[in-house]
């Protein structure tokens, strides 16, 4: 699974959804779950999320987009370096017992 931002809209006047899709799908193709939203053209670049459907779905293991990634942690940077320290002790741990 993987959490990245669909295309919706206009031409030339996109939103973005954020969801948690198959990593195989297409971009704007089927998805598991819609997140939040994201509009660039709103004064104030809107965004919108879900913290507790997206802190679950990063515990069970979905990986993120880059750019899903970035936005995620401009709303919620606590979420992400918590997930960020947990993700480096495994690899510590990893490590350790090679």
């Known amino acids: 699974m993987?959490?990245?931002?669909r295309q919706q809209?206009?031409?030339?006047?996109?939103?973005?959804?954020?969801?948690?899709?198959d990593r195989r799908s297409p971009r704007d193709g089927k998805y598991?779950?819609?997140?939040?939203?994201?509009?660039p053209f709103a004064?104030?670049?809107s965004f919108t999320m879900n913290e507790e459907r997206?802190?679950?779905?990063l515990t069970q293991g979905?990986?993120?987009s880059d750019r899903a990634m970035v936005m995620i942690r401009k709303a919620a940077?606590?979420?992400?370096?918590?997930f960020i320290q947990k993700k480096e002790e495994k690899k510590v741990k990893v490590k350790k017992a090679k």
């Open 54 to 57: 997206v802190k679950f779905w």
């Open 32 to 39: 598991v779950e819609k997140l939040g939203l994201y509009d």
């Open 77 to 82: 940077p606590e979420m992400v370096k918590a």
């Open 62 to 64: 979905a990986m993120c």
């Open 9 to 21: 809209g206009k031409n030339k006047r996109h939103s973005f959804r954020l969801v948690v899709a």
């Open 2 to 5: 993987i959490i990245r931002f």
């Open 43 to 45: 004064k104030d670049n």
